[in-house]
């Protein structure tokens, strides 16, 4: 059974620092790209950041482009989000998501939360002004 755990979401000041975590588990993941995507209350979940296992790349909205860095371990099957500078704007339910790496090449398509199979249960992340 596939899962997908975040952890590390909380309570940061506006500038301060967060990481976040996304352990998966239940499959090989290499033939996947996973995503972090948020969702403030009362807007549609959006795009964060997508890398996957295998290339060096990875994209970022616009709005966390310079402040967030997403990472991984192979060999802990885990994902990272580092940010940084937050901001008030950035509070948000925080979710990794798994999806087919076919999406991750030639488009955007990595972009839409529609192409993601696997998805976490969300951490919650508040930025106080």
């Known amino acids: 059974q596939v899962q997908l755990v975040e952890s590390g979401g909380g309570l940061v000041q506006a500038g301060g620092s967060l990481r976040l975590s996304c352990a998966a588990s239940g499959r090989t993941f290499s033939d996947y790209i996973m995503g972090w995507f948020r969702q403030a209350p009362g807007k549609e979940r959006e795009f964060v950041s997508a890398m996957s296992w295998s290339s060096s790349n990875t994209y970022y909205a616009d709005s966390v482009k310079g402040r967030f860095t997403a990472s991984r371990d192979n060999a802990k099957n885990t994902v990272y989000l580092q940010m940084n500078s937050v901001k008030p704007e950035d509070t948000a339910v925080y979710y990794c998501?798994?999806?087919?790496?076919?999406?991750?090449?030639?488009?955007?398509?990595?972009?839409?939360?529609?192409?993601?199979?696997?998805w976490g249960q969300g951490t919650q992340v508040t930025v106080s002004s």
């Open positions: 998501a798994a999806g087919p790496v076919r999406y991750f090449y030639g488009t955007s398509q990595y972009r839409a939360p529609g192409v993601y199979n696997y």
